[in-house]
């Protein structure tokens, strides 16, 4: 088990060393995930603590010297005069961890219920089938504002603040385990009519031990690879919420609220406001993603040449 | 050759129809009317829309003064000064072709009176209105009642028998979320007919052909199509790219682009209009914040502060880029009983308002929750947002709830907000307005708006009194003790009067209305 394990390993390096798109884009996703999670120690302001904005800091132009106070911003200030780079640091925290909630949620919620359903078979496959087909035939991003607006609606009003977070996680999440749910049932599949599974049986192992002890480690590889492409999906899902202004309260602006807030200021040519969170937004979507392809790639022999 | 012969027919054939252009005008602002019930909802863009389709007796023009509408002629009486005699306009029909009488102005101010109508306070000095014929009616007030006319304004008259029909007698409970046949469909006698109405995306009004005032106004745009676009940089985009041809709220931040434009001009002028915050300082305990079994607000000291703490001259200036003027009374300088002296904006002292917030035992803060619009006022939710950081300095954690005007006023008619953000204009131009809606205690007739749980039974009675009152300096002189009162008791933070920025097209003429109810029979095209 080890050796193979360890085979399987440097198959999988060997083909990172060799793919400079990965090397790039993984570090650019490490710097990205770095710079967010030490966004307190190296962001110079803390935009979320509303009693250290000075509202006469707002809109100045990056590396200028507001008018009204004197103060200078590397990347400027946005509407409420919250420091652009702190914010988008900040900013960042939140994409990443509602995306990475979001996606081992979904990843829970559809590794189990494609397991259940291709080992059950039946009607317990069919149901969960069908429900995830009917998920399907709706954009996803509307189901996440459908899951979004019932679950703010649930919310007590005085607790919105610190539930939206979760909330967004949540409807992300349950707006994503479909496709989860469809890999693992089908590799799930296969697996099962294989000796090794007849031979558990045999032996009387459960079913609980079956699926989770010797289906789930043979289907994993193809779960790496969807939940490093959802990770780039959830985190624009996120964004997306919050840019229609139904994700992070605007007290606590995520990428998404800080483009949202930029878009009404390009008339007006205050661009920072826009561009550096949309730069950066682009920056961590594109190298997740790239990095997701690249992990299909090496994980799938069949597209190799 | 036939292509020829075709032109030439097709001129002869405007030549003799007249050479009637169908001239539309794209109108948009960031909000919609709320309903077409026009006693309903007492609220701006919502009196905006009805003003096209409906009329009152007497309405305002765009330059603030009262002219004749239904009625021609108006006065107290000679003899007896507790009634006021109308005469209404002969030959006026409805958009249905039902011809209007003094029925419609009984049946009309009577539905004005009713339960579910916010329109009430401004009635409530009526103690009977007769029709002796159908052209004339007499209106008889509880004591002489100087003002009545400024009062009717906005006071819609609709068809008797169309509303018996359609089974809208009853005006629609707007707060308890009633929809009925008359907040969807509109018939009035105004200069444009609803032809289509979708609310919250397109309202399409038509000239109304037996109009009136046909030959008396301009009456030019025959056709009009108002659009609610809440997305400022939007509504912008469609100015700019010619897509509208009117919009009411020019974002502050695009008024240099917009007047930049060869194509287009900005006009402005003070709007007749306070923006402020409310607070729930009357119930024992509130639901929104995290003190168990006390109110803060209730604590002068801790109004007081949140009062010094709002930085207004940080609000002109950054959020409103000087398009507003900073106010320290719930109360336009258009307004009779406003003084310069009310008007004195509270120092903005963060120390003096902490040490204030801690002498009221709150030293430790306390959070609550700011309900807010976001598609009503110039810049709202900016505004709410910058006074979460603003009440932060002085201990108190703002939670923001800013939604559409459509759910966030209810809140504050249902006394469900303890924190919450409104925009006062004053049709009537008098405080009594003001008084009425937003001091009074919440009461059948009066108060409607006043989401403070406020009530002083001595201020109600000084109130009350106006109404009747005809000694005109020993009724402002009451005013003036009910203003004293109020800015005493800090019932309302003010923030500031708006600025109106109405942006066009160069091909639109008209002037700024200080109510920002634009009345296209007055837009002239060039």
Known sequence: MDSVKRAFDSDLAWSFRHSPVAILSATVALLLILAAVCAPLIAPYNPFDPASLNLMNGFSRPMEPNAFTGDSFLLGTDDQGRDVLSTILYGMRISLFVG???????????????????????????????????????????????????????????????????????????????????????????????????????????PIAIIFRHILPNVLSPVLVIATISLALAIIAEATLSFLGVGAPPTRPSLGTLIRIGQGYLFSGEWWILLFPSLTLLLLALSVNLLGDWLRDALNPKLGD | MIRKVTIAAQAALLASTGLVSAETLNWARAGDSLTLDPHAQNEGPTHALAHQIYEPLLIRDMTGQMVPALA??????????????????????????????????????????????????????????????????????????????????????????????????????????????????????????LTSRAPDSLTELEAFDGYWGKGEFPLEITKIKYTPIKNAATRVAALLSGEVDFIQDVPVQDLGRVDADENLKVIKAPQNRVIFFGLNLGDDD???????????????????????????????????????????????????????????????????????????????????????????????????QAAVGMMAQIGITVNLDAKPKAQHFPQINNLETDFYMLGWGVPTYDSEYIFNFLVHTKTENRGSWNGTRYSNPDIDAKIVSLASETDLAKRDATIAEIWAAVQDEILYLPIHHQVLNWGMSNKVETVVDPEDVPKFKYFTLN
């Open chain 1, 100 to 206: 990475f909630a979001a996606v081992v949620f979904a990843m829970i919620i559809g590794v189990v219920a494609g397991l259940v359903a291709a080992y059950a078979g039946g009607r317990v496959d069919a149901i969960i089938m069908r429900i995830a087909d009917v998920q399907l035939t709706f954009p996803s991003i509307l189901v996440a504002m459908l899951i979004f607006g019932i679950a703010k609606g649930f919310t007590p009003v005085h607790l919105r603040d610190q539930m939206a977070i979760w909330v967004l996680i949540i409807s992300i999440g349950l707006s994503d385990w479909v496709q989860f749910a469809r890999v693992v049932r089908g590799a799930a599949l296969v697996e099962k009519s294989k000796e090794y599974v007849e031979a558990a049986i045999l032996i009387g192992r459960g």
């Open chain 2, 72 to 193: 021609t002629e108006w006065g107290p009486n000679a003899d007896d000064p507790n009634v006021w005699t109308f005469k209404l306009r002969e030959g006026v029909t409805y958009h249905d072709g039902a011809a209007f009488d003094s029925e419609d102005v009984l049946f009309s101010l009577e539905r004005a009176q009713s339960e579910d109508s916010d329109m009430k306070e401004l009635l409530n000095s009526i103690k009977e209105v007769r029709a002796p014929d159908a052209s004339t009616i007499e209106i008889e007030t509880d004591g002489p009642n100087p003002i009545l006319a400024n009062n009717l304004t906005n006071l819609f008259i609709m068809d008797k028998g169309w509303a018996e029909a359609n089974d809208v007698v009853k005006v629609q409970d707007f707060e308890g979320g009633e929809e009925t046949f008359a907040s969807r469909n509109a018939n009035g006698t105004g200069p444009y007919k």
């Open chain 2, 286 to 384: 509130l639901t929104t914040d995290d003190v168990e079994g006390a109110n803060p607000f209730a604590d002068k000291r801790v109004r007081q502060a949140m009062n010094m703490a709002i930085n207004r001259e940080a609000i002109m200036k950054v959020v409103m880029r000087d398009q507003s003027i900073p106010a320290g009374v719930a109360m336009p300088p258009f307004v009779n009983g406003w003084t310069e002296a009310l008007d004195t904006i509270p120092s903005n002292d963060i120390e003096a308002a902490k040490a204030l917030v801690a002498e009221a035992g709150y030293g430790d803060g306390f959070t609550v929750t700011l309900h807010c619009p976001n598609d009503r006022y110039i810049n709202d939710e900016a505004i709410c």
